[in-house]
């Protein structure tokens, strides 16, 4: 069985609850109540919550869990889990992702934060990532660029013109990090882009890739890395927040696979991968046969089969 890559604090709080539970569960890989509690507090004293918005807690990176019931749930997943690649995100025992009506109108709004110079590219950027899925898989992501103008996160957020929003991460340069999206089934559909995604080439990474990465989680994508054996040394930590530093990634109990590991696929960190592998985010053929398993192809891609006499 592959292992997943829990981190150090996620592997120091299973260590303590199977130490404590050895003996007393009552199935095997089960531990008691008792060793879930120590393991929980164990995880739950290390997780960084949001210093500008309480009750918000950053995992892995780039996910961002609201809630203590949310955090919970994430460590139960971790527990629980066995191994499984390219990986859906699972919301009340369901596939968490867009329903046949809503996977070709994935529409959003770009929010007027962003200063005048970067805001050109992050349109750009935006768009390449989009195509990046919409060319090979049966989706589609739309710029209303009309409501922009009604899409600023001081006015509440979430514009009901539109599925989500892009804003500039409400943390600033204290971002830790590069950007972070939600999950189909998240009430608050707001992908958050920080200062440094603009300038960042750490492992290979562009504002592109980066948000190639992102819209993997908008379309039901967790990280890929977590199942890395043996784990990196440049990857103790899952996820520093992005997909992971208040990010979806793994915040459920549950999960499905839909195909094998795959060290370079776009929902993988750079830093994670095994040494002397490519570095920065790009769709592998992997990503694309798992992603069209659950979204079929592009409609430009489906050829009839029914030919004219």
Not at 166 to 182: D, L
Not at 206 to 214: A, K, M, N, V, Y
Not at 273 to 293: C, F, K, L, V, W
């Amino acid at each position: 069985m592959r292992m997943p890559r829990l981190g150090l604090w996620m592997t120091q709080a299973l260590v303590l609850s199977l130490a404590v539970s050895c003996g007393e569960a009552s199935d095997i890989g089960v531990p008691s109540h008792d060793s879930f509690e120590d393991g929980w507090k164990a995880f739950r004293a290390q997780v960084v919550e949001s210093a500008v918005r309480p009750g918000v807690f950053i995992v892995e990176g780039d996910i961002a869990l609201y809630g203590e019931d949310a955090l919970r749930k994430y460590y139960k997943e971790y527990m629980a889990r066995a191994s499984q690649p390219l990986t859906v995100r699972l919301h009340a025992g369901v596939d968490d992702v867009w329903t046949a009506a809503q996977k070709h109108s994935l529409t959003y709004c770009i929010g007027d934060g962003f200063p005048a110079g970067e805001r050109p590219r992050l349109v750009a950027a935006i768009n390449a990532a989009a195509i990046s899925w919409s060319r090979r898989v049966g989706v589609s992501f739309q710029h209303v660029a009309s409501e922009d103008g009604y899409c600023s996160i001081e006015d509440g957020g979430t514009n009901s013109n539109v599925v989500f929003e892009v804003q500039p991460s409400p943390e600033g340069t204290a971002a830790s990090y590069n950007a972070r999206a939600f999950f189909p089934s998240y009430f608050e559909k707001i992908l958050y882009v920080a200062p440094k995604a603009f300038t960042t080439s750490r492992g290979g990474r562009t504002l592109e890739g980066i948000l190639s990465h992102e819209l993997g989680h908008v379309l039901g994508f967790r990280h890929e890395h977590i199942w890395a054996t043996p784990i990196p040394e440049d990857c103790e930590d899952p996820d520093p927040p992005d997909e992971d530093k208040g990010q979806p990634g793994h915040q459920d109990d549950a999960r499905q696979l839909v195909g094998g590991y795959d060290a370079l696929s776009v929902m993988h960190y750079p830093e994670c991968r095994p040494p002397g592998s490519i570095g920065g985010y790009s769709q592998t053929e992997s990503d694309y046969r798992a992603a069209i398993t659950i979204y079929g192809l592009a409609p430009a891609l489906i050829v009839s089969a029914v030919t004219p006499l």
